[in-house]
T-cell receptor, first 111, second 115 residues
Framework: DQQVKQNSPSLSVQEGRISILNCDYT??????FLWYKKYPAEGPTFLIS?????DKNEDGRFTVFLNKSAKHLSLHIVPSQPGDSAVYFC??????????FGTGTRLQVFP | NAGVMQNPRHLVRRRGQEARLRCSPM?????VYWYRQLPEEGLKFMVY????????ESGMPKERFSAEFPKEGPSILRIQQVVRGDSAAYFC?????????????FGPGTRLLVL
């Protein structure tokens, strides 16, 4: 049972444009959400998080939006840069300390 | 300001051997988590430990896998009698000691290959 889903395995965006990565979840008990970026042969790097009491959190070029009624969150990257090319994972937790990860979306930013 | 350290980065074992994976958390962090990533999949939670205590091992296979986080030294994930299906990347993460700190910081991983 995949509680956190990233339905787009890949996304290709031109440099300078906006990248939108999506994530859906099924467990209404999730109260904290995170996005990680991962390069090949490295560990995931924390990007940004959001608590369920908020609907938006922004940090530089990264903004995460949370729609609790739709059980959907998204990560916006603007402007996209070639160095953003990586696999992006969303993760969620439900008042516990273990994270439930999606399967990832591979973002490619081309010139 | 070292991050989460894991070693070895790569480990090759033959079927039936033991694998030991080590993780040193970030300075000041006393919560350690182990995750496994199979090819083309997301990370799957295995176990959560604090110093000398296993807090949540709901993701650990029932047999052959064990984990510890002693008072002194790194956390160890031990896999006995490895099989080919154990080949995966194993990631350790740590989080701060206080507060409802959910942000986990990951190490570079250990890539285990079972021949």
């Amino acid at each position: 049972d995949q509680q956190v889903k990233q339905n787009s395995p890949s996304l290709s965006v031109q440099e300078g444009r906006i990248s939108i990565l999506n994530c859906d979840y099924t467990n209404s008990m999730f109260d904290y959400f995170l996005w990680y970026k991962k390069y090949p042969a490295e560990g995931p790097t924390f990007l940004i998080s959001i608590s369920s009491i908020k609907d938006k959190n922004e940090d530089g070029r990264f903004t995460v939006f949370l729609n609790k009624s739709a059980k959907h969150l998204s990560l916006h990257i603007v402007p996209s840069q070639p160095g953003d090319s990586a696999v992006y994972f969303c993760a969620a937790s439900a008042n516990t300390d273990k994270l439930i990860f999606g399967t990832g979306t591979r973002l490619q930013v081309f010139p | 300001n070292a991050g989460v350290m894991q070693n070895p980065r790569h480990l090759v074992r033959r079927r039936g051997q033991e694998a030991r994976l080590r993780c040193s958390p970030m300075k000041g962090h006393s919560h350690v988590y182990w995750y496994r990533q199979l090819p083309e999949e997301g990370l799957k939670f295995m176990v959560y430990l604090q110093k000398e205590n296993i807090i949540d091992e709901s993701g650990m296979p029932k047999e052959r896998f064990s984990a510890e986080f002693p008072k002194e030294g790194p956390s160890i994930l031990r896999i006995q009698q490895v099989v080919r299906g154990d080949s995966a990347a194993y990631f350790c993460a740590s989080s701060p000691s206080k507060g409802r700190a959910k942000t986990q910081y990951f190490g570079p991983g250990t890539r285990l290959l079972v021949l």
